[in-house]
Nanobody, 126 residues
Framework: QVQLVESGGGLVQAGGSLRLSCAAS????????VGWFRQTPGKEREFVAA????????YSADSMKGRFTISRDNAKNTVYLQMNSLKPEDTGVYYC???????????????????WGQGAQVTVVS
């Protein structure tokens, strides 16, 4: 069982930065793959980025490449999402999710994740 708690959301002006954290409980968190997703009202949950269990491999949605960076510190049971050059269209609720087993091509699929956090609101104003 893994419990995930996101933090670091807030209100920021366009062009600004935020760093989201996903803190996990459980001594086996270092064996889980972790993804970030975001959701806006009326839309499906959208893949943002993912990182494998060791941190050696990362994956990002094309629209976020070069702006968002995912990383993890397994000693702290935490995964981070650094978001730079934020745009108003980045506004949404950001969720982290964890999966014990993952194939490379399935990282963007919400259905592949076993555990989810409660979400953190990110609002980007112009």
């Amino acid at each position: 069982q893994v419990q995930l708690v996101e933090s670091g959301g807030g209100l920021v002006q366009a062009g600004g930065s935020l760093r989201l954290s996903c803190a996990a409980s459980g001594r086996t968190f270092s064996t889980y793959h972790v993804g970030w997703f975001r959701q806006t009202p009326g839309k499906e949950r959208e893949f943002v980025a993912a990182i494998n269990w060791s941190g050696a491999s990362t994956y990002s949605a094309d629209s976020m490449k070069g702006r968002f960076t995912i990383s993890r510190d397994n000693a702290k049971n935490t995964v981070y999402l650094q978001m730079n050059s934020l745009k108003p269209e980045d506004t949404g609720v950001y969720y982290c999710a964890a999966a014990l087993v993952m194939a490379t091509k399935t990282y963007p699929l919400p259905s592949q994740y076993d555990y989810w956090g409660q979400g953190a609101q990110v609002t980007v104003v112009s």
